[in-house]
Every structure is written in structure tokens, then in C-alpha cells.
């Protein structure tokens, strides 16, 4: 049986760090910030994200605001917004593969499917956004079920230590990814089953899975 991988957004699929990072620091005086330097960016990428927020003193009830607010940004950079290298091609051969492949982030699908059509991506049986839902156990679950898939042939990918930490707590086996968020040492220690360094990775793996 061919697996079927299960792929977060941003940081995966779309090169949007240094966007998130600029929408970062138009928010920051609005919490009562600095702007954030590239010695502050490369440090937080070496933190899980709930220490990067503790540090932050955001509270808890003020995450889904920021979130919101993050969200209604984002949009309006959509358009400066490319793949991470290597992916296009990687989608492409895992289509001509016939690997089936959907798409579950925290973004909003009105963003996912801005950024798809512009990219003319089409490799994806269906999208599901979140916007800015931070539970991504009970999200996947819910897709697992929703979709009718086993969650033994389901291989999630993300950039982030959460992501990890989410699959694998829904019984999915996770390939995590370097070119995002989380430095590789960080989501190493998260023990994923896979640690990959280019999308070329991610095509061999599948092809030694079937």
C-alpha cells in the first residue's frame, strides 16, 4: 500500500519564515515589543514554540488574538510568498508516483488555496486550514477520521517540533524537515522517524516505503 503523506504549510511546503518573521515585528509594538533582531530569529528557532512565547510574556488568552491578527497580515503578503526550494519538483514526482497527498495547517484556506492556484499546485486530494487553531492533535485526528484514513499508513511532515509531537501522539509516523522553522538539532531531539535536509530526501524515502 502506498503511504499517504499528510504535509503542514508554512515552512514545509511554502518559504513563508522570513514572512512570518516580518509579520512578527509589525505586531511586536502592539505587544508591547522591540522589533526582534536576526540574533533574537535564530535563537527562537532553537526553542519549542511555548518557550519562544513564555519568553514573549504573551499570556494564554491573548495567543488567539494575536493569532487572528497574524492571520489578516499574512494575507496581505500573500503574494510575495514562493515554495521552499526543491518542492515543486518533489511534488511533482511524488504525483507522477501516484503517492496521494493532502495539506492540514494552521494558516487559513483562504491563504492555502491563494498560494496553491498561484503556484499552480494541484497535487493535493484536499486542504484543510485551521486558521490559527493551535491543537494540532485533535485537528489531524479529526482530518484522520474525516478523510478515512489509517493513521499506520498516514506519514506526517512539518517543520516544527509540535508538529512532531502532534503525529506522533495520533500514531503517525512523522518526516521532519530542516528548511523551516525549527533548526534540525531541535527537532532531532523530538526523535521523528525521518530527518530530512532537502525534498529530494522526502522522494526516496516513499520510494524505499513501497
Known amino acids: 500500500m502506498k503511504p499517504f503523506l499528510l504535509f ?5 511546503i511554502a518559504d513563508s519564515i522570513h514572512l512570518g518573521w516580518k509579520i512578527a515585528n509589525q505586531m ?12 533574537d ?3 527562537f528557532r532553537s526553542m519549542p514554540m511555548r518557550k519562544v512565547l513564555k519568553e514573549l510574556h504573551i499570556p494564554l488568552h491573548k495567543i488567539p488574538h494575536a493569532i487572528a491578527m497574524a492571520l489578516v497580515e499574512y494575507k496581505h503578503f500573500a503574494h ?6 526543491g518542492i515543486i519538483p518533489m511534488l511533482n514526482q511524488l504525483s507522477d508516483m501516484q503517492i496521494p497527498m493532502a495539506l492540514l ?4 484556506k483562504e491563504n492555502l488555496y491563494m498560494f496553491l492556484w498561484r503556484m499552480q499546485i494541484t ?3 484536499w486542504v484543510e486550514g485551521t486558521s490559527g487553531v ?16 489509517d493513521p499506520r499508513n498516514v506519514i506526517y511532515l512539518g517543520d516544527e517540533t509540535r508538529d512532531i509531537d502532534a503525529a506522533k501522539k495520533c500514531g503517525l509516523r512523522v518526516i521532519a524537515v530542516t528548511w523551516g522553522f525549527h533548526t534540525a538539532e531541535l527537532l532531532s531531539s523530538h526523535d521523528p522517524d525521518y530527518l530530512v535536509n532537502s525534498p529530494d530526501e522526502i522522494v526516496k524515502i516513499v520510494q524505499s516505503l513501497q
Do not use: M, V
Open 41 to 43: 530569529f535564530q535563537r
Open 80 to 85: 510575495e510568498l514562493e515554495p521552499c526550494r
Open 105 to 108: 495547517s494552521s494558516n487559513s
Open 28 to 39: 511586536a509594538p502592539k505587544f508591547g515589543h522591540a522589533e526582534f533582531t536576526d540574533e
Open 134 to 149: 493551535l491543537n494540532k492533535k485533535l485537528r489531524i485526528k479529526q482530518q484522520i477520521k474525516k478523510h478515512k484514513l
Open 123 to 125: 497535487s493535493f486530494q
Open 8 to 12: 503542514d504549510f508554512d515552512g514545509t
